[in-house]
Structures are given as C-alpha cells and as structure tokens.
T-cell receptor, first 112, second 110 residues
C-alpha cells in the first residue's frame, strides 16, 4: 500500500462546493476503487474502474463522479449533490494477478 | 446487493483472552479476504481463503472458510494490545468488486 498516494489527508468543503480527491498509484494495477467509510461503519463502494477510460458505479455513486484518463490516476469528485459528504474516503487498487486490494492512506472530508 | 453479516459489531476483551469474529454471506463466495484497520488508519490485507473448508494460520490468528463457502471466521488466541482495531471480511462473489462486511471493532482491556 506504499504505492498508493491520496491527497490531501484532510479536506474541508463549504456547502455547495465541488471538491476533488486525488488517488495516484505506482503499482501498475489495472483496477482502482473508491470507498466511503463513516465513523464506526464499514466500507461502501462508490465507483470502480477495471481499465483506463472505463468505470462503473458502485453501491453509493449518487453525488460523486470519477474519471480514469490514466492508469495511475483515479480522482474522485464530491459534488454539491452529495448532501452528506463528511466521511473518510479510501482509494484502493487491485491487480498484478492477485485478488488483494491495497488501500491508500485515505482522505478525511469535512463539510463546514 | 449481496447481504453480508459480520458479528459481533463490537468486542471488548481482557488482554490474553481469545477473540472471534464471524462473517456470513447469503450466497456462495468465490473467495473471502480479511483485512485489519487500526484506529485512524486504512485497511491492510491479512489473508485470503479460497477452498471450501480451508484453514490458515498466521501466528496467533486462525482463519477458516466454511464448507459451503458462505461463511468464515477469524480467531485470535491470547489477544495483545497490538490486536486493537477493526477486522473486516471482504467477499468476492466472482464479479469485479469486493463487498466488505460491517467490521468487528476489537478493543483490549490491559
């Protein structure tokens, strides 16, 4: 998981603003994932991408958007349509012939 | 979506006691993975189980996969303070994504 970078570590958003969370990997993994974790809760899948220029909605995609223009990058935009965005956002990758997911350090988003 | 039950949700044990968490699926799994998340951290892969009835050990941790490939357990023998965290199962139904359980938060009383 040292090969996955998420920035920033903490992010503050004003109501009505869009914000973009960065996820970069140097593991050469094809698949990338975005999860949301609320305090004391499990991980819920927002979006995932199996290959460049292709991505799929997860279980809670409403209010979020993604892009996958490069293999190394999978940014997540939290739009103003997401009414309760305060959470811990985790990016993960999967690849190299294995089934394991590797997680980045996460970004904590707080709405002011 | 698929139903994933992980029990218990919380577990408080005295240091040195054993701990077990269970993960149950309503449908047959391709494989199951276990992850540990330390407080304030991110999930870290522990192990993957693939075969029906499989048992794997990592020092004080024992992982089991049910015969029907619908449930799994993680057992920690003689817990230590370093075991503190939330343990998640992650279920692979053979499609492109993993479904995580709600996790079991383990706290240790010294």
């Amino acid at each position: 998981d040292g090969g996955i970078t998420q920035s920033p570590k903490y992010l503050f958003r004003k109501e009505g603003q869009n914000v973009t969370l960065s996820c970069e990997q140097n593991l050469n993994h094809d698949a990338m994932y975005w999860y949301r974790q609320d305090p004391g809760q499990g991980l819920r899948l927002i979006y995932y991408s199996q290959i460049v220029n292709d991505f799929q909605k997860g279980d809670i995609a409403e209010g979020y958007s993604v892009s996958r223009e490069k293999k190394e990058s999978f940014p997540l935009t939290v739009t103003s349509a997401q009414k309760n965005p305060t959470a811990f956002y985790l990016c993960a990758t999967r690849g190299g012939g294995g089934e394991t997911q590797y997680f980045g350090p996460g970004t904590r988003l707080l709405v002011l | 979506g698929q139903q994933v039950m992980q029990i218990p949700q919380y577990q408080h044990v005295q240091e040195g006691e054993d701990f077990t968490t269970y993960c149950n699926s309503s449908t047959t799994l391709s494989n199951i993975q276990w992850y540990k998340q330390r407080p304030g951290g991110h999930p870290v892969f522990l192990i993957q189980l693939v075969k029906s009835g499989e048992v794997k050990k990592q020092k004080r941790l024992t992982f089991q996969f049910g015969e029907a490939k619908k449930n799994s357990s993680l057992h920690i023998t003689a817990t230590q303070t370093t075991d503190v965290g939330t343990y998640f199962c992650s279920l692979d139904f053979g499609n492109e994504k993993l479904t995580f359980g709600t996790g079991t938060r383990l706290t240790i009383i010294p």
